[in-house]
């Protein structure tokens, strides 16, 4: 072991912000990570999720040795036996009817051996990617307008505009430092204005001049009206237009005149608001719109991105400093992937899968035996082919589309049914490993080492800094291993991520002279030890060009045959007819602190402790009509599936819609995995799923009863009709309910499994309200502790989650538990809100009503929101609640 603290510098494995860590292994083995402050994307700050790195890497769950159908084996027989079931399908049946699915989640080395093996020697595009749910619209979108999947700005852009436009974007909660950046870029100028465009009313919208809470999947009217305000008022760059475009007019024509009143009619906007933006845009050229899934995820999302960059192309804000299109991406990444071609439609290095002059280029460069030739299934419509029997052999890597994608209920039936199914994960407790023949342990974050491309265009290494546990391999290992058995030796003879590297530099390079934007020559005989020390660079980086910041098509310079940009004539789809059985919208998407399935985000109390349990967010009328109350269950139905989630009544959301995260899988919750409900229907270009609109019907779940615990054990949850279970320091929490009366004592003995055997017992029992309260004790210490009632439990939660081990040795003391609350004497902290300092709503709203009304006041006083800054725009929202009420109470006492 080693005896001295060495740091690596490594970039964070979540958002697609990509920033810098360093991450400290100290002596004896723990870690510690914080901000790196030379790395260009986030300068040292980190957000909640990524300060809480080091809390995640525990060995618990993890997946540390292949198994074959359960059981473990040895690499050896697992590689020889994906190798003879892929071999023997694409003998019987063709090269098409294996496929990979991978995930912007690895690296891009192993996204590079990933397709070069399926698309050169395989010799199918059947490998498509998570990334087709998160970023294949800005893809397609990218790719009609510019001829390339160019994102052409920087995150410098967002601090330099003067109106940033933030659309289809929780940028407070998916990408927090980037929010911060633009947090800090207000402070220091306070002429920069933000404009926010979403359904609901977000975190992130604490920082908007103006919300748009536009009706769902009708930004399409809205962007049209804004390409019409500009040209009817004088704001379009004729020069810009002739000169680097076609097609303005037909796009125009598209749009129609700008009918502010028909554009409210179909948004849902009032007039007013929609005239503020359209002048406040139209007046501002440093202009950047940042875009989203709220865009991306849509059956509309390719028009939804063409309607925002025709904006920007007619307007000439494109590549210039604070001006641009950006979308945003949501892995560490999805850029990587896009790079090496990872989506089914696509070759590699940005080269077109269509063009036959890539194929050969890329078939000469590989020395490959073929080269697939037409564009293969996309995810949709993979999984659509493995429930149909087209797919004999299925390799899913880094993703769990069982609970991510649409549909997910129909996903799992195809997957019962697919012959062969191999899961290379890190984790042996995600849902999706249930249905793997062959399992393979990925290297984890900190294990393995290689480059991700962040959503500037930004490649960053992540190194490694852990010994690999158990057998745990990286992927690319796997993929190589598995293709030279399959006889392809040579082309798969890597030693180590720098080789493949050099080898996806050399490619991006070959035969390029300018014609495609990505490049990135300058590395393609980089060395082992300049690949050690690689710094973040931003792409392009052509061979004998200096590095440095980059931006495209201030100049033009598309990626079309002309070199000129193409505007795309795109109209607004017609309001969605629905049946009367589902009349709500679902919206989904993310929490503050989790991250898509939770894998590794569900392991630590610090990220749960923020929102411990899916949860519907229905608005006041609608909870009206139906009959649901606040924190009661609810059961979102659709013709696909269902979920039981807790009811949180709110106006943020419009009246009907419905919002649901996407994070809760059978891992942590009875019934949460909401892309059960989700349709699988997608869009005609990107194919990407409108994860973002499904109708849906509503109803209250028949409890009859109602439970929460914090158990020192895992509880045994069979037979459970409702649960949600969380890990609080020193075991887990508890939220749970039952349709039929239950004897709660029963009850409570068999969710702890015997280990109570022995225990003392409090108890508090109130027949005519349905309440009884029980704590369990040994050795004069807590060990659970579980609250019934007939209506939602009332207890304080941040309270009871700290109650496990607990000593008390008076039977006076031990009933203080039963309260449910924290004694008078003792403050309840309330909600909890910033994760670092757990600081709750109770206290800020206590230190805002005692005069703190800053943040900056509030970090002076509790240092809540001073750490990694996640919670600073909730800190904002309780700010206002408390001069609400102050303004209140000065009106009440005027008008007394
Ligand atoms: N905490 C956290 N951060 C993450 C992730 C995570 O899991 N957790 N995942 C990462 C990934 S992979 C991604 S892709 C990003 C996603 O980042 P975001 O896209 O910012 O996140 P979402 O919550 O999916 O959706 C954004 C917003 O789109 C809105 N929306 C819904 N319908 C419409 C519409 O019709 N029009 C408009 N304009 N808006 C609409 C939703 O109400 C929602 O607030 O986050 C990344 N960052
Ligand atoms: N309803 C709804 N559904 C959505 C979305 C939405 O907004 N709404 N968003 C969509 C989007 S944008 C995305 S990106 C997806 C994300 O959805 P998924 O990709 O399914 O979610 P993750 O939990 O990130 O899955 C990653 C898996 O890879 C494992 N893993 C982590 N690191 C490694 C590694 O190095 N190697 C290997 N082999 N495995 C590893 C993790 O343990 C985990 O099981 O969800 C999509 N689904
Ligand atoms: S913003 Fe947070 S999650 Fe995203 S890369 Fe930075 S630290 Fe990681
Ligand atoms: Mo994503």
Avoid at 167 to 189: D, I, Y
Avoid at 637 to 665: E, N
Wanted: with cysteine; hydrophobic share 40%; charged share 20%.
């Amino acid at each position: 072991m080693n005896a001295e603290a060495t740091t690596v510098r490594t970039t964070c494995p979540y958002c697609g912000v990509g920033c810098g860590v360093l991450a400290t292994r100290q002596p004896y083995g723990s870690v510690t990570v914080k901000g790196d402050p030379e790395h260009p994307a986030n300068f040292g700050r980190l957000c909640s999720k990524g300060s809480a790195l080091a809390e995640t890497l525990s060995l618990d769950d993890r997946l540390l040795y292949p198994e074959i159908n359960g059981t473990r084996a040895s690499w050896d027989d697992a590689l020889d036996l994906v190798a003879a079931r892929f071999s023997a399908a694409i003998a019987e049946h063709g090269p098409d009817s294996v496929a990979f699915y991978v995930s912007g989640q690895i690296l891009t080395e192993d996204y590079y051996v990933a397709n070069k093996l399926m698309k050169g020697f395989i010799g199918s595009a059947n490998i498509d990617t998570n990334s087709r749910l998160c970023m294949a619209s800005s893809v397609a979108g990218h790719r009609r307008a510019f001829g390339s999947d160019t994102v052409p700005g920087t995150y410098e852009d967002l601090e330099q505009a003067d109106l940033v436009v933030l659309t289809g974007s929780n940028l407070a909660w998916c990408h927090p430092v980037l929010f911060q950046r633009l947090e800090a870029a207000k402070a220091a100028n306070p002429a920069l204005r933000i404009v926010t465009i979403d359904p609901r009313r977000t975190a992130t919208c604490a920082l908007a001049d103006l919300h748009l809470g536009l009706a769902p999947d009708t930004d399409v009217a809205l962007f049209n009206g804004l390409l019409s305000y500009v040209s009817e008022n004088g704001y379009l760059d004729e020069a810009y237009i002739s000169r680097h475009t076609s097609g303005f007019g037909e796009a125009l024509g598209a749009a129609g005149a700008c009918d502010i009143s028909r554009i409210a009619d179909e948004t849902g906007l009032s007039r007013q608001d929609i005239a503020r933006f359209y002048d406040l845009a139209a007046r501002t050229e440093k202009m950047v719109t940042v875009y989203s899934q709220g865009v991306n995820q849509s059956v509309v999302g390719t028009d939804k991105v063409n309607a925002i960059l025709n904006v920007h192309l007619a307007t000439g804000r494109i590549g210039r400093a604070g001006m641009g299109p950006f979308s945003v991406t949501g892995q560490p990444n999805a850029m990587g992937g896009r790079e090496v071609g990872g989506l089914a439609n696509m070759l590699a290095a940005h080269m077109a899968l269509e063009n036959p002059d890539h194929r050969s280029l890329v078939q000469s460069f590989w020395q490959s035996p073929v080269i697939a030739e037409r564009a293969g299934l996309k995810a949709v419509e993979m999984f659509r082919a493995v429930r149909e029997g087209k797919i004999k052999a299925l390799w899913i890597m880094a993703t769990n589309p069982v609970d991510s994608l649409p549909d997910a209920d129909g996903v799992a039936e195809a997957l019962k049914l697919c012959p062969f199914v191999v899961v290379s994960d890190v984790t042996c407790a995600a849902d999706t490993l249930e249905f793997a023949h062959v399992a393979l342990p990925g290297a984890a974050w900190g294990e393995k080492d290689g480059t991700v491309t962040n959503s500037e265009r930004r490649i960053s290494r992540q190194r490694r800094f852990l010994d690999l546990p158990g057998e745990a391999r990286p992927d690319w290992w796997a993929l190589s291993e598995v293709a030279r058995r399959m006889g392809h030796r040579e082309a798969f003879a890597y030693d180590g991520p720098a080789g493949i590297f050099r080898e996806h530099a050399e490619l991006s390079a070959a035969g390029n002279n300018g014609t495609r934007d990505f490049d990135i020559g300058a590395m393609a005989d980089i060395d082992e030890e300049a690949f050690e020390e690689l710094a973040p660079f931003q792409w392009p980086a052509r061979s004998g060009e200096a590095l440095g910041e980059s931006r495209f098509f201030a100049r033009g310079g598309f990626y079309t045959s002309d070199r000129k940009a193409r505007f795309v004539a795109v109209t607004p789809i017609a309001p969605r007819k629905r049946e009367r059985k589902y009349p709500l919208v679902l919206n989904t998407g993310r929490i503050r602190d989790q991250w898509h399935t939770m894998t590794r985000t569900g392991k630590t109390a610090r990220l749960t402790s923020h929102i411990a349990e899916p949860f519907a967010e229905i608005h006041p009328e609608d909870a009206l009509a139906l009959g649901i109350s606040d924190a009661s269950l609810v059961e979102v139905r659709s013709p696909y599936g269902a979920v039981t989630v807790r009811a949180q009544i709110s106006g943020r959301g419009r009246k009907g819609t419905v919002f649901v995260p996407m994070h809760w899988t059978d891992q942590f919750a009875s019934r949460g995995r909401v892309d059960a409900v989700v349709a699988p229907a997608t869009d005609p270009h990107s194919g990407q799923p409108g994860s973002k609109f499904t109708p849906v019907s509503l109803k209250a779940f028949p409890a009859h009863w109602y439970g929460f615990a914090v158990l020192d054990q895992k509880p045994h949850l069979r037979g459970i009709d409702y649960w949600a279970i969380a890990p609080v320091s020193g075991g887990h929490r508890l939220e749970f309910a039952g349709v039929e009366a239950a004897d709660f004592m029963d009850l409570a003995v068999r969710l702890a499994g015997g280990t109570l055997a022995g225990a003392e017992i409090t108890s508090f029992q109130d027949e005519a309200s349905g309440t009884c309260r029980m704590a369990f004790w040994q050795d004069g210490t807590l060990r659970t502790a579980f609250f019934f009632a007939r209506e939602p439990v009332e207890v304080s939660r941040a309270w009871a989650c700290g109650l496990l081990g607990l000593e008390a040795e008076t039977p006076a003391s031990r009933l203080r538990v039963l309260a449910g609350r924290p004694a008078a004497d003792m403050p309840d902290n309330g909600a909890l809100v910033c994760a670092c300092y757990q600081i709750g709503a109770n206290q800020i709203l206590t230190a805002a009503r005692g005069g703190a009304c800053t943040t900056t006041a509030i970090g002076e006083v509790l240092k809540a929101g001073t750490n990694c800054g996640s919670c600073r725009s909730e800190i904002r929202s309780l700010i206002e609640t408390v001069l609400n009420e102050e303004k209140r109470d000065d009106g009440i006492a005027k008008a007394g």
